[in-house]
Nanobody, 123 residues
């Protein structure tokens, strides 16, 4: 089983910055895409940004120019640098990763989620 552990959330004033990290562990053979999603109270979980193993990125329009995703393939870790934070960025941020891992002696696909980390931006 692949586990994702997030860190770096917290409380920040509008205009401030935060950096989230997410480390994947387990019998991982390869990770394809890693990404960040967020869910605000009363709303559905939505895509924030993703990055492929080759470094191709995709961003939600609402965070373009403010958020930057990066990854360290050697450490199976993805980062999210969030700048110029706004109150509307307040949400629980979830890490996601998919790829191939070993379970019960077989290499099989996985799609795993982290437990979530709270980001609160005060006005």
């Amino acid at each position: 089983q692949v586990q994702l552990v997030e860190s770096g959330g917290g409380l920040v004033q509008a205009g401030g910055s935060l950096r989230l990290s997410c480390a994947a562990s387990g019998s991982i053979f390869s990770i394809n895409a890693m990404g960040w999603y967020r869910q605000a109270p009363g709303k559905q979980r939505q895509l924030v940004t993703t990055i492929t193993s080759r470094g191709s990125t995709n961003y939600a329009d609402s965070v373009k120019g403010r958020f930057t995703i990066s990854r360290d393939n050697a450490k199976n870790t993805v980062y999210l640098q969030m700048n110029v934070l706004k109150p509307e960025d307040t949400a629980v941020y979830y890490c996601n990763a998919n790829g191939i891992h070993r379970t019960r002696g077989d290499w099989v696909p996985f799609d795993s989620w982290g437990q979530g980390t709270q980001v609160t931006v005060s006005s």
